[in-house]
Structure formats: structure tokens, C-alpha cells
């Protein structure tokens, strides 16, 4: 393939100034392939960092950003079998250092030295470039190879089902039977309906404020969904429950109540993951918790190659990415794609970019 | 309801010798419950009772043999609020003494007390009397409700079905993606194949002797099914997963070569499980083992609640009992059922006898 | 052994009204021994009980407080073959009903019949009469034998050790050479840090704000003990660990701010044990959490059979529970010994009572 | 420091060939640092790749052996700044390819490109060049800094303890008062004694061939010690345990029957690790594994950092390696150790070299 030496990227140029501008086509090192994107979804990371910015991030004027993409391999830096010229990949966000504490035992998402490039971490579209252009570099470890049956829109979707597993591994992982309660219909909670039903519980509980969110949270298998303005969902899960609470619940909405609310449904001696970014302390009855016997956990992004677990749901159509992507934009229209998802306009969910 | 005082019941009289006779109802003592028997299916376990003999069996002439059996509640003893009369209901096996080391960190299948009835444990079928009879008690820690969506018939199958889920679980009991093989296509390897499916499990691969078994385990979930007839599973396991190995072993089947296999097909740092029986001492390379990292596993029946994990499948429909079920008999023909099982008549897989 | 028919006993007759008063000898029931007690010990939970109450306590006027206690069994109930007179015995509080959800798979601290006597649970001295008295009934379950080598003062700190045990435990057990910071340095804190090194911990740091409780946690084994008041013990973790922060936080401290401080002063991807009893809800950056990948685990009380594994360490002299013990009572002296803990008297930490 | 070009090195040169040859001083490349080796111990494996050989070895002629050594780092590549000049070091031997799906998740001893130098791994004196020379490249991944209270003699025996510890590890970890059988009185074992005692086991019984191994044994903590020529372990440790079993057996020899003693030795519901290596197919009763619910675990090395947790614990003079070393050799005389170790003349357990 003969490749252009220049593309066309999204690039933070300071807080809320994101322009698609010209840059090189970046060159894959040892280790490394070159991705030629086909679809980077919006994130609300990527909000995040447009409007607040995030520690280690590249510098304004050079950072492209974007994390969740998918597309074609169309060179490779040395050192890679793994894959060949022409794969069809997506991608997930996290390489740690290999050699801290933390990725030594498959810690990769904690690394200590994260943000660290000089010592071997990357977390594209936080701490180097990401997917929002024409082309992007990723290490080998960061790449998953995916099947003629799963478009490049969808496949932008793995790293969303990544964090709801890793999300339920965390808590350890088997959860045939049990009862799931989701907190927050967003992306994450409306994966995470889809994949506990895909790995067998029993039943599976969505809450937000949003109806039409709801609504599809149960046509994508929630047995009931609760909307938190009509009262108590603690009340609810109880009843549900036979006044027992939720086995298991996972946290994916940052709202101030949020974590009160898990502590209060949650059965004795169950587990609750939170998989949503608090960006206050909140305030909470942890010893409700103590008391009850509760664990919380706690997921950063998608560890322990959960993305690989993802692909394979959504390879069974087990998981419907599809059903999340309510717009799509060409990379041109970046701000747009931006302004639809952060501002939910026409009920954005899952906003797709195609560079 | 009006409870009769005699029953019919199947009673082992010796080696080989089982006799229906009529028995006096048994009364359900403090936290038992009595239910009238809709189903009781035909185990291996049965087979080996009644040509070998376990330990601690109840006395020739007094036990009545069946583990596996669905009906409804028709009377309580004290301090049961958990059930009522009427409830339609299977069971399971193992209820533990509740106060050895084991039972007390929650392995009650594997109770310090097995076999001791005065220190409170019971295996009904096994060191107690079981279900093939009109009438049986039971603990009602081995009382599981079912729903009206699942036949007795069916419901009989979740000892089946929770052995094989207690066996994942055992290995870990996250497998969405994972590759995973199952050795032998008997009820456990069956059921096997579909609890791995119903819970996210990526590349299934049922193998045994005869193809009719093997045509079944695909209609069940199987991606593939290979008969070692026609060649090494090894050999075929290592193509389908790019010569890495399964990531999770079940063997299902105690045959002599099972266990070599299993050693041989495992990927590095993959696992194994053992549901099956041996009842001789098995030759294998157990440093292939040690040089790749791989940890076995065993089971021995149903424990962790894993019986109302198998209804939740089967309430779902995730997982199909009837499938496994090609025979049915009146309790009078309680050995022509056992007959049937033991030299596979016609195929027979499953077979479930109505009291 | 002539037992007498009446004994002295220390019974909750109102909020802050505790009384020595006669009662009967109880009589041992099924699977349940009768102990003469030669020392119980006052924890926080007897005072909270005094002060404030506790749910499913039994009645005032009939209420025999006190949780941590030793003696000798003199007399069995029915189907007890574990132990015999004369056993020098120390105890555990919770005896789970065993029949429930949580009790089956081992979680017997979080019974959900937790107070619910008639299901078999007992919670000696929070639901049902405990150990201040000359004699007391224990279920066979919470039970344990202890070597002449362990006075029955010493013995009653196995509840204490057995609760630091489980909270290490929980969040994994494996520590060697781990950094764990304990905060707050009372009987919990004191004994947590007896049991890390006991179990090979490297480094274990002790903060609080009492001078002379450091140093005894000095003494005990603490390699830092930090007075909170001379400044943060975040900063000086921070130091000490090469600015990575502590594997594992054990909060034995229910103070405002320990939790806090915990989410601060743990390394990415490290631990945080909960063994405090938090009375309000408190404010804390649970994002941090989140952002670093750290769990949080609780623990009420000890289970898992910790206090079988506490006794084992103390008979090994690998943890000392004399060096906590500060004052002792007569049983007449009830309401001083229990000012004496509340007030902290004379530096006191642990104050046992012989009845 | 100016650093010699030349170098007296241990080269394989067949089997059975061991010269003492000079060699260039290599080379440390990226994330890499070259040591000046102080002193390196002969492990069972070095008697193994001479006599029969090993996969992915070095060519004959070029492959230094020896992979437990210890020194002084005298010179870094680029991409270290955990190191500095002069700190004193020991080893652990892998270091994975950090892209598979083993390392991804922590199992870099299962290197799924294990002896893939290309593509990252390296087990120094296995699969690339080892430590009885006067220096050798170790990658950082694979350094351990240790204090000046530790000699380097004894800091050769963190691959011995660290190995001893993974396998306690892999089967839970968490031994606080547990009954652990060790099988085989040769370093490994001895140091598995030595590590069970340091992280709180409760009884530890060693059994073997050799009474002077065995008395060596009990000095170092092993609380029984059977000399199997005597008489069945198995019977001595039912009855040291009152019938039940041990709760842990870990097989250091690889002798025939070694497998089979400890599946008849191991309680109802206990763990097994093996890590010893075997170099032929065993017979066994695995039966019993799963008519007792027992779980073998494999250890291949020491692996999940275990070296730094030993470092740990011989720093608190814990473990104490020193004991195991009974002979020490100058370079020059490396087939004498050699010889020594292999023959075990004089009583030999550890054989330490300097080069």
C-alpha cells in the first residue's frame, strides 16, 4: 500500500479548542503497527479531557485525541507476527510499562509508571495519540483482530464492553443466576446490561432518569428498568429481591448519590463494582458496608484483555454494539460529533467518527 | 392434603438386586420438608451403587436409591419458612454436616462428616434414602424452588447441570471468550457444553467415541465435536486454537487416556477439571503440568449453590435438560429404566423414571 | 463436676444500665457445650450496646452481655463428640444458621438470618446472652480448644486477632513483605499489627494520635508508628514506600477522616481492609479509588475460622495478646471495668473480666 | 568502574561439557543492566540442561549456565533508572515477552513465546545466557536491589524461596495455622519449610530419605520430620492431624511415588502444589483428588514477583539461606560443584561458585 505521508487529525489545542488540522503520518515502531481508522467513537473521557484536561496528557497542539477505534493495519514496525498488513483490528486503550509492580502481576490499567512513555506506558488518546485521524500507531498489545462479521462502527464498542467485564471480573467474574443491578443507563451501563445477560444473570436491573434510555436498557435484556425519578430504587430492588438486595451492582453513573444508593441495595455479603469517575468526594454511609459484609471494587478502563472477551460476545452477537451508536460523523465535523454526544442532542448515546 | 402412610419405593437389596416395595412415607423432621416424587433421573452414581456399592450407604433391604428428583411439597416439618406446601421443587445432593472446616468456609460437598447422619450430613441417594420412591424427605438446604415454565422432568437435570457449572466455577468461573473443551459426551459433558455457552464461553469443542452423542453436543452449542476415533483431539484442539491449547479442560469422561489428553491439549497456564470418576489409579505426564503452569481442578458433585445457578439457566432457557432426556418409565419399571441407562439402549442418554 | 443451678451474671437492664444480678445456669442444648468462664473481655461493641443498642439484642432485664470470652466446658448437650469436660476453651461470636445464601458458601458472619435465633443463628453477646456470667452455652461451631500454653485471659483476644485475620484475609491474605499501614492504633490496630508480621509482612506502619499506644505498636512489631497529629501520615507513607504508597490499608479506626486518608495513602492497584465500625456516613474521594484501581473490603468480625487460625499464631508465640491486657476485673467490678474501657483509664486497651 | 572486554564464563559445549572458557564481556542493551556476578548457585535444572539437555537452550559452544547469582551492577543500558551503578543486585530467572496472553495477566513464567528472544523473553541461564561467568545482562524486569545485611552467597537462594513461595501462593497463599506437608528434604523443600513457618503456617511436617536432611530440616523449623524409609508418611500424618490430613502438601521431589503419597496425605477439601519436576509419566489414584475435592496447583519457578517477597523475608532473617549452602567454589572449579551438588558429596544441599 502506498501510504500519504500526511493526514488529517482532531487536535487539542487548549481547553475546548479542538481543530482538525493537517500532521504526518506517524511511523510504527519496534513492536508497533500502523492503523489506517476507520471509526473512533466519542467518549465521555474525551470530554473530559477537552474541557478539564487530564494529567500527562500531550502537550496542546499536539495531541490527538480519540481512544476508541477500529480499522485496517496497513504497516508494521519490526517485531510483530501477531498480525500482517490488511487485519481488520480495534483497539484498547491501556499498554503498561511490563516492568512496574502492578503490569508485572496484570495490573496494566494501574501502572505505576503511567504516563511514562520513556519507560514503555501508553494510554492512546490520554497520555499519546489517539484515533480521532486518519492514522494512528498502536503497540502490539493494544491490538485485537476482528471478524468480517463485525462492522468497524461496532468494533469501536469493544473498549465500552471491555470496562463492563473487567467491571465484573473484578468482582469475580461468575455470576450465573444473579441478581445485577446497573446504576446509570449511559454507553457503560447499557453494555453492562448486555453483558451480564451475555455471561448468564439471572436478573438484571437498570436504573437512570432518562425513559427513553431505560426503554432500551430493556431491549437490550434489562428485566426491569427503574427511573430514579419516580421514587426510591432501593425500595424496588428489595421487592425484586425478596428484600434481600442486588448480588451484585455495578456503579456506572458518577452522580452524588450514586454510591449511597449501591451501599443501601446491595445484598449482605455482596459485592458492588464502580466503573463511573467521581470527580467530588461524596458523601456515603460506608458503614453500611462494614456492616453488611459489602466489597466495592473499582475499575479503571478495560484490564485484563477484556477486550478480547468483548470481541468474543459481540462475535456471537451475544452483545449488540450497534445498538448504542445513535449518530456518526465524518472526522470534519469533529466539533459536532463532540457538541451531539456531550450535549445528548436527538438522545445521543454512542457518537461514531469516521476520519 | 391427605398423605398416604405406604409407598412404592425402589429398594437395593444387595449387589444387583433392586426391588420395588412398598415402605412406610417418611415425616419430615425439624427443617425438612416431604415431596411427593414427580421424577427421579437414572445417574451414573446409581449404576455404581447398586454393581459396586459406595461407602456409607444405608443397609441392604433399607435404602432407597435416586438422587436426582423433581416434585412438590406436601408437608413441613418445624422451622421451614422458606417453602409451603404445594411448592413445586428439585433438589440437590450434598446437604453438609454445617460445622466441620469444610462446611464451615463453604465446601459442604466435601463435609469432614460425610456420611455421619447423627452429625447432621446427608447425601440423599448416597448415605441416605434418596428419590426413586413416591415419598421423600429432605433437608431444606437441598430444597430449590422451581418455576412452572420447567417440567419435572427437566428439573431433574440440575444436579447435572450444577456439576458442570460447580466445575467451572472451581477453575475460576469467568470464561466469556475462553476456549473451552469438554471430554465426553455423556449428560455431564452435554449439559457441559451448554452451561459453557450460556455463560459466554467463545469456542466449545465436545469430544468422544460415538457420533450420535457428538451430533447432539453441536445441536447443544458445540462449535465443534470430534470423534478421537477418527484421530488425536490434541492434534485437532491445537489447530483450532492456533497451536496455544484450550484455555479450560472439563473431563467428563473417567476413561484411562482422559486425563493424558486433557494434560496434552491444555494450553500454557490454561486448566483442567475433573467431574469425572476414576476408579483406578491413571498413568499420565503430570510434568507437562508443571511445565506449563496448568492447575487441575476436581469436583465431586454440585456444591456453592450451583443447583439454583442451573435453574436460573434453565429458567432462561440458556440451558436445555430435555434435550438429554430419550427415556421415561413408570417406577415399576425401575430396572428396566436402570437397564436401559447402564447398557445404553437406544441411545439413552438421560432416562427419568415417575414415581 | 456438681454444677450449681444459679450464677452471677452482668445483664443489660436499660441503656447504661448494666447489673450483676443471679440468674440460671443455662442448660446445653443439642450440638451445644456449657462453659464455666474464667475471663471475658470488654470490646467497643459491649460499649455500643450499653450506649446506644443494637439490633436484634434480647430484651433488657435478660441481656448477659460480653462477646470475648474463655473457660472450661462442663457439661455437653447431645452430638458434641469434639470436645469434652474439662476442655480449656476460648470462643468465636458468630454461629451462622447455615442455611441461607451466605452461610452455604462460608460467609457465616453475614447470616441473612443474622438474629434470627429460631433459623439457628447466634451472635453470643449482640442476639443471644454472651459472656459475662460464671457460665454460658456455645454452639459446638464457635468453639475452640486452646493449648495449656495460652492463659484464659490471653485466649480471649482471638477474637480480636481473629478479626484482624479476616480483614488480611479478605483482601487476599498473602503478604509477604507487603507494606501495610494500620490505622489507629487501638485493640484491633495493636493486634493487626501483631498479625501482619506474624504472617511476613516487610514493612508495617501504625498511625494514630496517642503517644503511648505507638510505642507499645513499636514494641509489637510496627517498623513506624506515625502520630497523626504531628502532621499527615500520607506524606510520611508516601516517604517511607519511595512515593509509591502502602500495599494494604487496614482502617481499625472509625474516626472522620481514616477513610480518606486510606484512599490517599494506598499504592495504585493496592488494597484497603475496612474493620472499623463507621456510626455516620462520612465524605470521602472515592474517584481516587477508581483512578488508582484500589478495592475496598470490609469485615465484621471475624470469620472464615480466623479465630481457629489467631490461636494457632498466638500458641506459635507469634502474637501476644498479654501485651494488650491492662486491667482486670472481678466480675462484681463489671461497671468499672466497662468505665475503665470507655474512659481509657490508666492508658487502658483491653480489659478483662473474671467472673 | 573500567570495565574488562574479556571474561571467565561456564560454556556449554555438549553434553556433559562444561569448560571454563574466556568470553567478551557483554553488552547491556535497552532496559537492561550488566552485573558483576558474585556469586551463582548450582540448581538441580543446571544438572538437567547438562545431562539431557533443555528446550531453546543456546548453541553448544556458546551457552553460559547458571541462573541464581547475585552481585554488583556495573554498568546500565538506556530506559534504567531503578538501578544505579554499585547497587548491590540478585536475579529471578524469567522475564516474559509482556504480549501474550499469560504476561498480559500476570503468568510470565508461562510465557506463551517462551525461549522467543525476539519476540521479549528470556530465562537467563535456560533460553539465553546465564550467571557462572564473571558477568552477565539481566534485564530490569529481572533485578532485585538487596541489602547490605543480605551476603551475595545467600541472596542466590531468592530464586530457591521465591519458588518455595509462588507455590504457596498459587494454592491460596493464605496459611496462617495450617497443617503443610513437605515432600522431598532437597532445597526447595527445605526452603519450603523455612518459607511456611515465616508466613504463619501452623504444623509443618517434612518428610524424605535422609536423616541428616531431615535433622536440617527440623533446625530450620519443620515441626515433624519422616524418614519415609521408616514406614508410610501418610499413616504419621493422619495421625499428626488427628486423622484429617494435611491442608497443604507441597511436592518438591519428583520421585515416583511422590504424587500418589500426597493425594492419599492431603485433607477432604485440602490443595496440592507441585513443584517439582517429572521427568516421566506417573501413576497415580486421581481419583482421590476428586473423591476428596482436592486441588493440584503446578509451579514452573518463581513467578508473580515471589523473589521480592523471599528478599522480604530473609531481610527480616525470616528465612535463612545461608543453612542451605554447604559448599562454595571458585570459578575455575565449576565441574568440582558441579560434581559436588550432582553426587551430593559431603553431605551437599547448596553449592554456591564465584566467579
Not at 477537552?50 to 500531550?58: D, E
Request: proline residues 3%.
Amino acid at each position: 500500500m502506498n501510504l500519504p505521508t500526511k493526514m488529517m487529525a482532531a487536535v487539542l489545542y487548549g481547553m475546548n479548542d479542538v481543530r482538525i488540522v493537517d500532521r504526518e503520518v506517524p511511523t510504527p515502531g519496534q513492536e508497533e503497527a500502523l492503523i489506517k481508522i476507520e471509526a473512533c467513537g466519542v467518549c465521555g473521557g474525551d470530554i473530559k479531557i477537552i474541557t478539564k484536561g487530564m494529567p500527562n496528557q500531550p502537550p496542546f497542539g499536539e495531541f490527538i485525541i480519540g481512544h476508541e477505534y477500529a480499522g485496517t493495519i496497513v504497516a508494521l514496525g519490526d517485531g510483530i507476527d501477531e498480525f500482517k498488513i490488511g487485519d481488520r483490528v480495534a483497539v484498547e486503550v491501556h499498554k503498561g510499562c511490563g516492568r512496574c509492580k502492578n503490569c508485572l502481576v496484570g495490573k496494566y490499567t494501574v501502572c505505576l509508571n503511567y504516563g511514562n512513555f520513556d519507560k514503555g506506558h501508553r494510554a492512546n488518546g490520554f497520555t499519546t495519540n489517539g484515533g480521532f485521524a486518519e492514522f494512528a500507531v498502536n503497540h502490539v498489545n493494544t491490538i485485537c483482530k476482528i471478524p468480517d462479521s463485525i462492522s468497524f462502527d461496532e468494533a469501536t464498542l469493544i473498549t465500552t464492553a471491555g470496562t463492563s467485564l473487567y467491571g465484573i471480573d473484578m468482582a469475580g467474574g461468575y455470576v450465573p443466576g444473579d441478581t445485577i443491578a446497573v446504576l446509570g443507563p449511559g454507553a457503560i451501563g447499557l453494555m453492562s446490561v448486555q453483558c451480564c445477560k451475555a455471561i448468564g444473570a439471572g436478573k438484571v436491573i437498570l436504573t437512570g432518569t432518562r425513559d427513553d434510555r431505560l426503554e432500551l436498557g430493556k431491549k437490550l435484556g434489562a428485566d426491569w428498568a427503574i427511573n430514579v425519578k419516580n421514587g426510591s430504587p432501593v425500595e424496588k430492588i428489595r421487592e425484586i429481591t425478596g428484600g434481600i438486595g442486588a448480588d451484585l451492582v455495578l456503579i456506572t453513573s458518577g452522580s452524588e448519590d450514586s454510591l449511597q444508593q449501591a451501599l443501601k441495595m446491595t445484598r449482605r455479603g455482596g459485592n458492588i463494582t464502580i466503573l463511573a469517575h467521581f470527580d467530588e468526594p461524596v458523601m456515603a454511609d460506608i458503614g453500611l458496608a462494614v456492616k453488611n459484609g459489602i466489597n466495592l471494587y473499582t475499575v479503571r478502563g478495560e484490564g485484563r484483555m477484556s477486550v478480547h472477551r468483548a470481541l468474543a460476545l459481540m462475535s456471537q452477537k451475544k452483545i449488540d454494539g450497534n445498538a448504542l451508536i445513535t449518530h456518526t460523523f465524518a472526522l470534519k465535523e469533529m466539533n459536532k460529533a463532540l457538541t451531539t454526544f456531550a450535549e445528548r442532542h436527538e438522545g445521543a448515546i454512542k457518537v461514531v467518527v469516521h476520519p
